[in-house]
């Protein structure tokens, strides 16, 4: 049985105006969902009530995973797509594919983070952290999934190379020792 609570706003977030949080317990945990009007946290709760499933609470990530893949397949170029299974397939899944969605957690996530940094760049460490969050938005916009532990965590940032440029003298260097196809260049 799920209730309702009545949320005043904090200072500055407009006076008299309230949230609605709705609470109900799944799998023997606590949860809650928070909503700006009565009406939506009436529909949330009956949808509890009447056993509709919210949360997931035995789907595994790897059924999200397939699902965004299909879902996004139109919106995205075939080459994105491509990117996007080969990151999941090789870097993420192996580490999440049989988790239960309810399961993860933001532990997980700084885990996952760590193990890529260990093991990657900077930059492809966060490439994989970023199609890892667009599968955890997917999974909310489903309503599989309550929150995104991925988008929790700060990505790693890239280090930002030096471009080394010729000196004149070395570009007259280069185009001696070049081949004569490469002389226009």
Known sequence: MASIVRIANAKGRGNGKYR???MWRTDGRQRSKTFKDRIAAREFRLKLDRGETVTTGDR???????????DCAGDVKPSTMAGYKQILDNRVLPQ?????????RKADAIALKSKLQRELSQATAR???????RVLNHGIELEWVA???????RKPR???????????????????????????L
Not at 96 to 104: E, H, V
Not at 127 to 133: C, E, Q, R, S, Y
Not at 147 to 153: H, L, M, P, S, Y
């Open 147 to 153: 929150t995104n532990v991925v988008a929790q965590i």
């Open 96 to 104: 999440w594919s049989d988790r239960k969605l309810s399961n993860l």
């Open 60 to 70: 595994t990530f790897n059924e999200l995973v397939q699902r965004f893949l299909r």
């Open 127 to 133: 490439n994989v952290l970023v199609v890892a969050t």
């Open 158 to 184: 890239p280090k930002k190379r030096r471009v080394g440029i010729l000196t004149a003298a070395e570009q007259r260097a280069l185009l001696m020792a070049a081949a004569p196809n490469y002389k226009m």
């Open 20 to 22: 609605y949080r709705v």
